[in-house]
Nanobody
């Protein structure tokens, strides 16, 4: 059993920044890829970013490229999402995800999900 706990969400004005964290605990496995999804009201869950275990490979959905940065600290079993230049359309619940490789994480087919953290961007 693996637990993923997100933190760092909140309310921010458009143009502001937030840094999300996701800490994994329990029977974590290595190597593993991690990533972030988000879901806004009335919309399907959307892939945001993913990172390989080595951090040599990162992936982003087009709408966040140049604004968001995913990183990880394997010693802390933690993945981060630095979100800059936030827009109202970034408003969503953000979910952490973990899986054996970036292919399964990017498609939402990894093994575990966090409970989500709310990000609200006001105009």
């Amino acid at each position: 059993q693996v637990q993923l706990v997100e933190s760092g969400g909140g309310l921010v004005q458009a143009g502001g920044s937030l840094r999300l964290s996701c800490a994994a605990s329990g029977r974590t496995f290595s190597p593993s890829a991690m990533g972030w999804f988000r879901q806004a009201p009335g919309k399907e869950r959307e892939f945001v970013a993913a990172i390989s275990w080595s951090a040599d490979f990162t992936y982003y959905t087009d709408s966040v490229k140049g604004r968001f940065t995913i990183s990880r600290d394997n010693g802390k079993n933690t993945v981060y999402l630095q979100m800059n230049s936030l827009k109202p359309e970034d408003t969503a619940v953000y979910y952490c995800h973990i899986g054996g490789n970036t292919a399964v994480v990017r498609t939402g087919r990894g093994a575990y999900w966090g409970q989500g953290t709310q990000v609200t961007v006001s105009s």
